[in-house]
């Protein structure tokens, strides 16, 4: 089984609309990342949390809320969908130590918002 | 923003050639880490190098670091079909343990 999972895997959603997209970890890490990923760019962090009472916003947050429910999920909402945040969304993973900071990804979640 | 920017933006090669492509950076960082992602897929992490360390080698890939030019190169010796992909670098600053993504290079390996 997949470490970093991610439901749904697709989305298509309509404008106004609010979703929530899911991320579950079998890692035992304390550290869970929100990522958006725009055709032929990088990834841009939305949202961090370091543990579980622990939540901070990244580069882009406007418009986007988390969820920290346990130390494996993290969850990402779009309170109020837009066309331009169709995009495909990574969770991520990692360790708290020297020697932890590799990130482990889900597969993606990829959503459409008409 | 992104703190890393890739060079080329898209590399085309044949398959046993080696592939180099570069990372430039704008500010001091505590390691800087590549991925590499398939077409549509999650992130994998290929290498890490921290910033007093100039090289690094882990099968078919060498990294160096060069942080008077704030520039780091990742070379995938001997390329085979299945490198094609998208590769990444992230820098991660000092008390800020956040990475930061470049915007990539498209590695296309021609059999």
């Known amino acids: 089984d997949a470490d970093v999972t991610q439901t749904p895997r697709n989305r298509i959603t309509k404008t106004g609309k609010r979703i929530m997209l899911e991320c579950s970890q079998t890692?035992?890490?304390?550290?869970m990342y929100w990522y958006r990923q725009d055709p032929g760019l990088g990834l841009q962090l939305i949202y961090y949390?370091?543990?579980?009472?622990?939540?901070n916003k990244g580069e882009i947050s406007d418009g986007y809320s988390v969820s920290r429910q346990a130390q494996a999920k993290f969850s990402l909402s779009l309170e109020s969908a837009i066309p331009n945040q169709t995009a495909l969304y990574f969770c991520?993973?990692?360790?708290?130590?020297?020697?932890?900071?590799?990130?482990?990804f889900g597969p993606g979640t990829r959503l459409l918002v008409l | 923003s992104q703190q890393g920017e890739e060079d080329p933006q898209a590399l085309s090669i044949q398959e046993g050639e080696n592939a180099t492509m570069n990372c430039s950076y704008k500010?001091?960082?505590?390691?800087l880490q590549w991925y590499r992602q398939n077409s549509g897929r999650g992130l994998v992490h290929l290498i890490l190098?921290?910033?007093?360390?100039r090289e690094k080698h882990s099968g078919r890939l060498r990294v160096t670091l060069d942080t008077s030019k704030k520039s780091s190169s990742l070379l995938i010796t001997a390329s085979r079909a299945a490198d094609t992909a998208s590769y990444f670098c992230a820098t991660a600053n000092f008390g800020n343990e956040k990475l930061t993504f470049g915007t990539g290079t498209r590695l296309t390996i021609i059999p």
């Open positions: 500010t001091s960082i505590n390691n």
């Open positions: 890692k035992g890490h304390d550290r």
């Open positions: 991520a993973t990692s360790g708290t130590g020297v020697g932890e900071e590799t990130q482990y």
């Open positions: 949390s370091f543990d579980v009472k622990d939540i």
């Open positions: 190098i921290r910033s007093n360390e």
